[in-house]
C-alpha cells in the first residue's frame, strides 16, 4: 500500500482511497480530497512535517499522520 506520506517531491498521484474515520476524514475531505483527485506533492519539511501540496489548484500543508491515511497510486 502506497500512501501520499511515500509520495515523492514533484510526483502527481491520485487518491485510491481514504482509510482514516471521523473527525480526521472528515477534515481531509473538506481540504477536498476525495477519491479520484489529484495531488500535487510540492514540498517536505526537513522534518517531514509539514507536507506541502495542491489539491485542486489550491496550496495546503497536511501533518504526515494525516498524509498517511491518503492511499495513492
Known amino acids: ?5 511515500n509520495a515523492a517531491i514533484g510526483q ?3 487518491v485510491k482511497k481514504l482509510c ?3 473527525a480526521v476524514k472528515r477534515r481531509i475531505m473538506d481540504m477536498g480530497i476525495t477519491k479520484g483527485t489529484e495531488i500535487y506533492v510540492r514540498k517536505v519539511a526537513p522534518l ?3 507536507i506541502e501540496i495542491t489539491v485542486r489548484g489550491y496550496e495546503l500543508s497536511l501533518r504526515k499522520a494525516d498524509a498517511e491515511m491518503i492511499e495513492v497510486g
Open 1 to 5: 500500500m502506497s500512501t501520499l506520506k
Open 12 to 14: 502527481t498521484v491520485t
Open 48 to 50: 517531514g512535517d509539514p
Open 20 to 22: 482514516g474515520e471521523g
